[in-house]
């Protein structure tokens, strides 16, 4: 079973931020979280991933609450190619995936 | 150019004819899984290797094996496949336990 709990879709303005929520209640100290997407037709895309604190880099942001319990990835500008499915998962060596978010970018 | 390489794109089979679908990469990464992607399944994890002669089962790992012997490739074969086994699959690679992966471009099988 997959360990983390996300919306199953959003819908977000384009060119507007886009904050997309990912509990992990059960998350243990070594658990790293990691969020991927995947295009329509394509393979999956890793996105960004963290330990404690928050982390950017040129796709989005990674804001982790202090207690590790939950996270939110941070889409700083939304734009149609970001029309995906997201997926938020806590890393060792099995990588569970879940349903994941289905983002809806409306033009 | 980083990446991972699958090999065919696209295969349909008949039951019971072996088959071997290919996974290379050229990161010198250590950790490479396996996936096979269902609709209203999602993603599961068929193996993974941690390195070189390493490899351990992942969540469905019934009806498939894979093979470790040199750090860059990774094949998953079905020595006996089966309708049920048609799926997208994927695979995927990681410098470390808790990096980010690399997934490759896919193979469509049907088995028929």
New interface residues.
């Given amino acids: 079973d997959a360990k983390t709990t996300q919306p199953n879709s959003m819908e977000s303005n384009e060119e507007e931020p886009v904050h997309l929520p990912c509990n992990h209640s059960t998350i243990s100290g070594t658990d790293y979280i990691h969020w991927y997407r995947q295009l329509p037709s394509q393979g999956p895309e890793y996105v960004i991933h963290g330990l404690t604190s928050n982390v950017n880099n040129r796709m989005a942001s990674l804001a982790i609450a202090e207690d590790r319990k939950s996270s939110t990835l941070i889409l700083h500008r939304a734009t149609l190619r970001d029309a995906a499915v997201y997926y938020c998962i806590l890393r060792d060596d099995k990588i569970i995936f879940g349903k994941g978010t289905r983002l809806h970018i409306l033009p | 150019e980083a990446q991972v390489t699958q090999n065919p794109r696209y295969l349909i089979t008949v039951t019971g004819k072996k088959l071997t679908v290919t996974c290379s990469q050229n990161m010198n990464h250590e950790?490479m899984?396996w996936?096979r992607q269902d609709p209203g399944l999602?993603?599961?994890?068929i193996y993974?290797s941690?390195n070189v002669e390493v490899t351990?089962k992942?969540?469905v790992p019934e009806g498939y094996k894979v093979s470790r012997k040199e750090k860059r490739n990774f094949p998953l074969i079905l020595e006996s496949p089966s309708p049920n086994q048609t799926s997208l699959y994927?695979c995927?690679s990681s410098f470390s336990?808790?990096?980010?992966?690399?997934?490759?471009?896919?193979t469509r099988l049907t088995v028929v």
Avoid at chain 2, 97 to 106: C, I
């Fill in positions: 950790y899984s996936y999602g993603l599961r994890q993974y941690m351990d992942g969540d994927f995927a336990d808790r990096g980010g992966y690399t997934f490759g471009s896919g």
